[in-house]
C-alpha cells in the first residue's frame, strides 16, 4: 500500500532523527513548544496573506508564469515544521524514555491551540477586508477541529476508547498544508468546515451505540455488508482505500478554486 509504504519510511526518518535529538539533550517538550510557535508565526503569515491569488501569468513566459504568493509559502513551511515536531516530541519521549503525563497533557493541549492559531490567522485576513463568508467559516473550521477532540476525551471518560473518524489532527494538518501550498485557503475553509463535522457525528454515535450495550463495527473490512465495506473513511491509516481517500481530499484542494473575494453569505443577506 502506498500509505503503508510511506509511513515506513517517514517512521524509521522520524525515529532517526529523534535518536539525534535524544543525543543533543532535546526535550519533547520543548520540541512540543516548538511546534507552537511555528504555528503561531504561519497564522501570522495567514493573516497577512490568506487571500492572496496563485499567481499564474503565462502572458510573462513559461518561465516566469508562477507567481507565488510568499506569505502562503512560508506558511505552509511553517506547517510543515510544525507537523514534524508533533511527531518527533512523542518519538523522543518514547525512544528516550522521557515520557510523562504532564507531556502527553502539553502535547494534547498545544494542538489545539496550534488549530486556532491557523484559523485565527485565516480569519483576520478576511475580517479586515469585510468578507462575511472567509470570516465566519475558521470560526466552523476551528470548532469541528476542537469538538473532535472533545467528543473523545469525553467518550472515553464513559467507554473503551473513541478513535472512529476519518479527520483526526494529521489529516487535517495535512489538508492545511495542502492547501496553504496551493494558495487555496477559501476551498480549504469549506472543506474544513463541512468534512470534520462528519468525525464529531461519527464519535457522538459510536459513543451512544456503545453506552447502550451495542458492539458497532469500527473496521469496514470486518463488515459482510458491501455498503459498509464501500465508505473509505471508515477505514483505518495505512489501507488502500484510506490511501485512495487521502489522494481525493489532495486533488480536491489543489484543483477546485473559489474566488477569495467571493462572499457568497453577504450576499443571500444583502449586506453587499
Same mark, same amino acid.
Given at each position: 500500500?502506498? +500509505?503503508?509504504?510511506? +509511513?515506513?519510511?517517514?517512521?524509521?526518518?522520524?525515529?532517526?532523527?529523534?535518536?539525534?535529538?535524544?543525543?543533543?539533550?532535546?526535550?519533547?517538550?520543548?520540541? @512540543?513548544?516548538? +511546534?507552537?510557535?511555528?504555528?503561531?508565526?504561519?497564522?501570522?503569515?495567514?493573516?497577512?496573506?490568506?487571500?492572496?491569488?496563485?499567481?499564474?501569468?503565462?502572458?510573462?513566459?513559461?518561465?516566469?508564469?508562477?507567481?507565488?504568493?510568499?506569505?502562503?509559502? %512560508?506558511?505552509?513551511?511553517?506547517?510543515?515544521?510544525?507537523?514534524?515536531?508533533?511527531?518527533?516530541?512523542?518519538?523522543?519521549?518514547?525512544?528516550?524514555?522521557?515520557?510523562?503525563?504532564?507531556?502527553?497533557?502539553?502535547?494534547?493541549?498545544?494542538?489545539?491551540?496550534?488549530?486556532?492559531?491557523?484559523? $485565527?490567522?485565516?480569519?483576520?485576513?478576511?475580517?479586515?477586508?469585510?468578507?462575511?463568508?472567509?470570516?465566519?467559516?475558521? $470560526?466552523?473550521?476551528?470548532?469541528?477541529?476542537?469538538?473532535?477532540?472533545?467528543?473523545?476525551?469525553?467518550?472515553?471518560?464513559?467507554?473503551?476508547?473513541?478513535?472512529?473518524?476519518?479527520?483526526?489532527?494529521?489529516?487535517?494538518?495535512?489538508? @492545511?498544508?495542502?492547501?496553504?501550498?496551493?494558495?487555496?485557503?477559501?476551498?480549504?475553509?469549506?472543506?474544513?468546515?463541512?468534512?470534520?463535522?462528519?468525525?464529531?457525528?461519527?464519535?457522538?454515535?459510536?459513543?451512544?451505540?456503545?453506552?447502550?450495550?451495542?458492539?458497532?463495527? @469500527?473496521?469496514?473490512?470486518?463488515?459482510?455488508?458491501?455498503?459498509?465495506?464501500?465508505?473509505?473513511?471508515?477505514?483505518?491509516?495505512? @489501507? %488502500?482505500?484510506?490511501?485512495? %481517500?487521502?489522494?481525493?481530499?489532495?486533488?480536491?484542494?489543489?484543483?477546485?478554486?473559489?474566488?477569495?473575494?467571493?462572499?457568497?453569505?453577504?450576499?443571500?443577506?444583502?449586506?453587499?
Amino acid at each position: 500500500m502506498i +500509505g503503508s509504504a510511506i +509511513g515506513c519510511g517517514v517512521a524509521a526518518l522520524r525515529d532517526r532523527i529523534a535518536r539525534a535529538l535524544i543525543a543533543a539533550g532535546v526535550s519533547p517538550n520543548t520540541l @512540543t513548544m516548538m +511546534g507552537l510557535a511555528f504555528t503561531a508565526a504561519a497564522g501570522v503569515c495567514l493573516a497577512l496573506g490568506a487571500g492572496a491569488p496563485l499567481g499564474w501569468s503565462l502572458a510573462a513566459g513559461p518561465l516566469k508564469a508562477y507567481r507565488p504568493n510568499a506569505y502562503l509559502l %512560508l506558511a505552509g513551511v511553517l506547517i510543515f515544521f510544525c507537523a514534524a515536531g508533533d511527531m518527533l516530541d512523542g518519538a523522543v519521549a518514547r525512544l528516550g524514555g522521557k515520557g510523562t503525563t504532564f507531556g502527553a497533557f502539553l502535547d494534547s493541549t498545544l494542538d489545539r491551540f496550534s488549530d486556532f492559531a491557523v484559523y $485565527l490567522g485565516i480569519a483576520f485576513y478576511f475580517a479586515v477586508r469585510g468578507n462575511v463568508t472567509y470570516t465566519l467559516l475558521p $470560526l466552523v473550521a476551528v470548532f469541528a477541529a476542537q469538538m473532535i477532540s472533545y467528543t473523545r476525551a469525553r467518550a472515553e471518560d464513559l467507554i473503551r476508547f473513541c478513535t472512529v473518524g476519518y479527520w483526526q489532527r494529521g489529516e487535517r494538518v495535512v489538508a @492545511t498544508m495542502t492547501a496553504v501550498f496551493a494558495h487555496n485557503v477559501p476551498i480549504l475553509l469549506w472543506h474544513q468546515a463541512i468534512l470534520p463535522m462528519f468525525t464529531v457525528w461519527a464519535r457522538i454515535d459510536y459513543t451512544r451505540k456503545v453506552a447502550a450495550g451495542k458492539s458497532p463495527v @469500527t473496521d469496514p473490512r470486518e463488515s459482510p455488508r458491501l455498503l459498509e465495506r464501500l465508505r473509505l473513511w471508515r477505514y483505518p491509516r495505512r @489501507t %488502500l482505500a484510506h490511501d485512495v %481517500l487521502a489522494l481525493l481530499n489532495i486533488a480536491f484542494l489543489v484543483l477546485v478554486r473559489i474566488p477569495a473575494d467571493a462572499d457568497p453569505i453577504a450576499a443571500a443577506l444583502g449586506l453587499h
